[in-house]
């Protein structure tokens, strides 16, 4: 049966009884009655209950729930409806019917809404529950290297993971960035610096071209605030990074946050531990090291050929002098907060 055509049956029918007199459903005697045109009608506006999830409506210290699917609609002792307002309880009823066992008036649902279970007592609208976390880590370095004067570079790495985990602790998604920030006399033209604090001794300033030192740096509020607004994030940094022409930092991060998803912060530390070297690099097949290849005798096929999928895609570190990524994903975790989204 069409839904406009047996929507109009249905109103044709609430007519016909409305002009005969209120009909009411009664739980306290379990069956339903019809009173007086008279007779006054009780309503109570539906609460929510503690609980999101869960919609119930308390009437003289009973509960009952206004439930779709397939059951009929509970009503709390002495408390008495219309058929119309009950239908007004629920404005989201579609391909609604009435069936009539006896002198009992029930309204079914031909399907329930998506996303809600029901049984006797409630309706329930399920959730999605998500956390959210932000979580860093910072390394302060001597080096990378020296100038050609033999001092020393001095650098720190902020470390900046954002990440989403399911309730099972699962990463669902994550992005990391890191600022590396070096002293003057490092020479990579793209590497951000820090010269020292304004009105303080300088440092030595190296030419990137020609990779010398050519004078010392005179740092002042100007110059200090003129480096720090110029600073830029390895991903910023793009193409100019300089770490692999063929595969560069923010595709190799991006490959590994792809990775990460499906996979709790124990995960990672456990893969991390089997699957690395010395310096934190995924372990090549072709390696010669001997503690290298001793890990790889320890793996599975299996994992064998996961860690040969990681290594076509990243070979930079997660935990090195150069940042470490998966303490700040593991930060982000201790940080992390609810976030319930409601699913219909």
């Given at each position: 049966?069409?839904?406009?055509?047996?929507?109009?049956?249905?109103s044709?029918?609430?007519?016909?009884?409305?002009?005969?007199?209120?009909?009411?459903?009664?739980?306290?005697?379990?069956?339903?009655?019809?009173?007086?045109?008279?007779t006054?009608?009780?309503?109570?506006?539906?609460?929510?209950a503690?609980?999101?999830?869960?919609?119930?409506?308390?009437?003289?210290?009973?509960v009952?729930?206004?439930?779709?699917?397939?059951?009929m609609?509970?009503?709390?002792?002495?408390?008495?409806?219309?058929?119309?307002q009950?239908?007004?309880?629920?404005?989201q009823?579609?391909?609604a019917?009435?069936?009539f066992?006896?002198?009992?008036?029930?309204?079914?649902?031909e399907?329930?809404?998506?996303?809600?279970?029901?049984?006797?007592?409630?309706?329930?609208?399920?959730?999605?529950?998500?956390?959210?976390?932000?979580g860093q880590?910072v390394?302060?370095?001597?080096?990378?290297?020296k100038?050609?004067?033999?001092?020393?570079?001095?650098?720190?790495t902020?470390?900046?993971a954002d990440?989403?985990?399911?309730?099972?602790?699962k990463?669902?998604?994550?992005y990391?960035d890191?600022?590396?920030?070096?002293?003057?006399?490092?020479?990579g033209?793209?590497?951000?610096?820090?010269?020292?604090?304004p009105?303080?001794?300088?440092?030595?300033?190296t030419d990137?071209?020609?990779g010398?030192?050519?004078?010392?740096s005179t740092?002042t509020l100007?110059?200090?605030?003129?480096?720090?607004?110029?600073?830029?994030?390895?991903?910023?940094?793009?193409?100019?990074?300089?770490?692999?022409?063929?595969?560069?930092?923010?595709?190799?991060?991006?490959?590994?946050?792809?990775?990460f998803?499906?996979?709790?912060?124990?995960?990672?530390?456990?893969?991390f531990?089997?699957?690395?070297?010395s310096?934190?690099?995924?372990?090549?097949?072709?390696?010669?090291?001997?503690?290298?290849?001793?890990?790889l005798?320890?793996?599975t096929?299996?994992?064998?050929?996961?860690?040969?999928?990681?290594?076509?895609?990243?070979t930079?570190s997660?935990?090195?002098?150069?940042?470490?990524?998966?303490?700040?994903?593991e930060?982000?975790?201790?940080?992390r907060?609810?976030?319930?989204?409601?699913?219909?």
């Amino acid at each position: 049966m069409g839904g406009n055509k047996m929507k109009k049956q249905i109103s044709i029918l609430l007519a016909v009884l409305l002009l005969q007199a209120p009909v009411v459903i009664n739980a306290e005697s379990g069956t339903d009655a019809v009173s007086a045109p008279t007779t006054k009608v009780e309503t109570t506006t539906p609460k929510p209950a503690a609980t999101p999830a869960t919609t119930t409506v308390s009437s003289n210290s009973q509960v009952y729930t206004v439930v779709k699917g397939d059951t009929m609609f509970g009503i709390a002792a002495k408390h008495k409806l219309t058929l119309n307002q009950l239908l007004a309880l629920n404005p989201q009823i579609k391909n609604a019917k009435l069936i009539f066992p006896g002198n009992k008036i029930i309204v079914k649902i031909e399907t329930a809404a998506p996303g809600t279970s029901t049984n006797n007592n409630t309706t329930t609208v399920n959730t999605t529950k998500l956390y959210q976390g932000l979580g860093q880590t910072v390394i302060f370095r001597n080096g990378p290297g020296k100038d050609s004067t033999g001092a020393p570079v001095y650098s720190f790495t902020v470390v900046m993971a954002d990440a989403t985990f399911d309730a099972d602790g699962k990463i669902v998604n994550a992005y990391l960035d890191a600022y590396e920030v070096a002293t003057p006399n490092y020479d990579g033209a793209s590497m951000p610096h820090f010269s020292g604090w304004p009105g303080k001794e300088g440092y030595n300033v190296t030419d990137h071209q020609a990779g010398k030192v050519t004078g010392v740096s005179t740092n002042t509020l100007e110059s200090a605030t003129a480096e720090v607004n110029t600073w830029k994030t390895k991903r910023q940094r793009g193409d100019s990074y300089g770490m692999n022409a063929a595969n560069e930092w923010y595709k190799q991060m991006d490959f590994y946050q792809k990775f990460f998803v499906g996979k709790t912060i124990t995960d990672l530390d456990a893969w991390f531990a089997k699957n690395t070297t010395s310096a934190g690099r995924p372990i090549k097949a072709n390696t010669t090291n001997q503690d290298d290849l001793n890990k790889l005798a320890k793996l599975t096929d299996k994992e064998k050929t996961a860690l040969a999928d990681v290594v076509a895609g990243a070979t930079m570190s997660l935990r090195d002098a150069h940042g470490d990524f998966l303490g700040a994903l593991e930060n982000a975790y201790k940080n992390r907060v609810l976030v319930a989204i409601p699913t219909k």
